[in-house]
Structures are given as structure tokens and as C-alpha cells.
């Protein structure tokens, strides 16, 4: 009696096993969706698509990227936060996410999700912004400018695309790096501003290599550091900010995330398969014609990227709040 219990107990606890392996050891069984919360045509809509292209030939499965975008991607990553975790829903994750999340619990407001509810898989690459100035501006260096700044707050201005966006908030951080402030003239768009650097409206900014360097390359301007923690192999003779003087440093970064409750084996299998599409050449060589640079990153690293990012775009977004509040 006792062996015979002792076998149902045992069989029990093998079916319980292959029943939690299963999914994992199944997949991909069909089509997977990638999420892209951003609209059609931009870089993150390109690398989602050359991602998919390259993880068919992975997984052997098809891969079809949806566009779901709105709320500074809210709308699409809660998509993907809330999707059923068995590794057929992937998200196209970013600082963008990073930035909406902080903008939102910086107002007082309860985001739909939190980075609590997305689970990191890998990231495919990193876009770091350039400090530029006008082509005839006096400096040559970041020090030039920094020491400038430091000692005339308030005297100096710049631009970026949009007020607390993307080329906003790298501007930011350099300001507070070098304890001073700035004149911000918001502009509808990077292309304005850019024009506004050119024409010499504006002391310096905050830009994209994409957009950037051909302006540089036609000496329209002049870019004075890296705001990353490496000279960029397109312009290899430019000097990060660190380099120059200032600890500012500003990475965006791009990757694939999960929902937070996806098993730990299925997991697994994902983020080998995103690691798989981050060493694949080709895949690499669209990124970086998008401005980017080609930078993979395990699951861990993504983990403490993110969380640094979260503490300084939460402070600064405090910083700008209350400041803008103080003027009113």
C-alpha cells in the first residue's frame, strides 16, 4: 500500500514537472508579436523589423511586429506588461519608457505599469547624444564651454526638440554636471533646432549622431563631445564628455523586454535567442545606419542600466518641475 502511494505521489510530481518545463521545451510553437510602441518609420520601428527578420531565421517561426503607439509608449509597453507571459508577446523596450514612467510618478500621477512589471531580455543597442555648437562658435573644447558656462549662468542658451524630451533631458544633466544653468529654447522637432544651431540662434545643444554628424561633416557645426562612455567609431577623433572635462554622461538604450511573470526557463530561451539576433551582422549594420550603435547587453546589465537611468531621470524631471513651478 505504502509502494503504491508512494508511486502515485512520485508520478504526481513528474507530471507537475513536465507540465511547467513544457512551454519551454514547446517553444516557439507559432507566430510571435513584437510590439513596437513607437509609430511607423522611426529607428525603433526599423531595428523592431530588422529583429524580426533575423529572429524568423532563430526561431523558425514567423515574427510580426504591431505598432501600438501613444502615451510616450505607455500605451504599447503596457501592452506588453500585460500579455500573457508564455513568450509569444515581446516589447521593443527603451529609455523613451524610462523617461514616460518617471514623467508620470513626477506629476503625481500612478503610471499604468511600472519597470516591475517588465522583464528585460537583452539590449540591442545605444544611442548617445553629441554636444554641438555653431560652426564659428569661440569654443573648440568642452572644457571652453563648460568654463564659460560656469562662470555666466543664465548668460548662454539652448536648444532642444521638445521641452522635457529626448535631446532636453542630455542637456540637462550636463548643465547640472557643471553646476550651472542655461537659457532652454524648446523647438517643435530636432530638425528646427538643429537649424537653430546652425544659424547660430543658440549657443549649443543637445543632438543625435544621425542628424548631427552630416551637418558637422558640411562644417555647419562643430561637436564637442561624446555624451557617452565611448568615442562612437563614426566619429572616432571626438572626445567623450568625460574626456573633456564633465562627468555627464547620457545613453538611451534599446532592447527587448517581457512580462515580468514569463517562467524563468521560457525566459531563458528568449534571451538567448535576442543574443543570438545581437551578434547577427547584418541586423548590426541596419542599427547604425539609424545613428545607433550596435551594443548588445544581457539581461543583468540591462537590469542596472535601467535602474540608474530611473534615479536620474527622476531627478531630474523633480528638478525641472519645481523650478518651472517656482516661475509661475
Known amino acids: 500500500m505504502k509502494s503504491r502511494t508512494r508511486i502515485v505521489i512520485i508520478s504526481f510530481i513528474s507530471i507537475l514537472i513536465l507540465a511547467s518545463l513544457s512551454p519551454a521545451a514547446e517553444y516557439p510553437a507559432k507566430t510571435i508579436t513584437i510590439i513596437n510602441p513607437n509609430a511607423p518609420g522611426g529607428g525603433h520601428d526599423v531595428a523592431a523589423r530588422a529583429f524580426a527578420t533575423v529572429a524568423e531565421k532563430v526561431l523558425g517561426q514567423p515574427v510580426v511586429v504591431v505598432n501600438k503607439a501613444g502615451a510616450s509608449t505607455m500605451l504599447g509597453m503596457t501592452a506588453v506588461a500585460q500579455s500573457a507571459p508564455d513568450g509569444y508577446t515581446l516589447g521593443m523596450d527603451s529609455t523613451t519608457t524610462t523617461n514616460a514612467l518617471a514623467w508620470e510618478i513626477a506629476n503625481g500621477r500612478k503610471p499604468p505599469i511600472t519597470r516591475d512589471d517588465l522583464l528585460p531580455v537583452g539590449g540591442l543597442s545605444v544611442n548617445v547624444p553629441l554636444v554641438i555648437v555653431p560652426y564659428n562658435s569661440p569654443w573648440k573644447t568642452m572644457s571652453d564651454m563648460a568654463k564659460d558656462l560656469k562662470t555666466k549662468p543664465n548668460h548662454y542658451a539652448f536648444c532642444s526638440g521638445g521641452l522635457y524630451g529626448g535631446t532636453h533631458l542630455p542637456a540637462e544633466v550636463l548643465l547640472q554636471a557643471i553646476g550651472t544653468k542655461a537659457r532652454h529654447v524648446p523647438h517643435k522637432g530636432g530638425g528646427p533646432c538643429l537649424a537653430a544651431v546652425v544659424g547660430e540662434h543658440v549657443h549649443f545643444s543637445t543632438q543625435w549622431p544621425g542628424t548631427s554628424i552630416p551637418l558637422a561633416q558640411g562644417k555647419k557645426i562643430r561637436i564637442l563631445a561624446v555624451q557617452g562612455d565611448e568615442r562612437l567609431k563614426s566619429i572616432p577623433d571626438v572626445p567623450t564628455i568625460k574626456e573633456g572635462g564633465v562627468d555627464a554622461e547620457w545613453i538611451q538604450w534599446l532592447g ?57 531621470v527622476a531627478k531630474i524631471y523633480k528638478s525641472l518641475l519645481a523650478e518651472a513651478k517656482s516661475k509661475r
Open 256 to 312: 527587448i523586454s517581457i512580462p515580468r511573470k514569463t517562467p524563468a526557463p521560457l525566459a531563458v530561451q528568449i534571451m538567448a535567442m535576442v543574443k543570438k539576433v545581437a551578434q547577427d551582422a547584418a541586423f548590426n549594420k541596419i542599427l547604425e545606419s539609424q545613428g545607433a550603435e550596435a551594443r548588445y547587453m544581457n539581461d543583468e546589465e540591462v537590469e542596472k542600466f535601467v535602474k540608474a537611468e530611473s534615479e536620474v
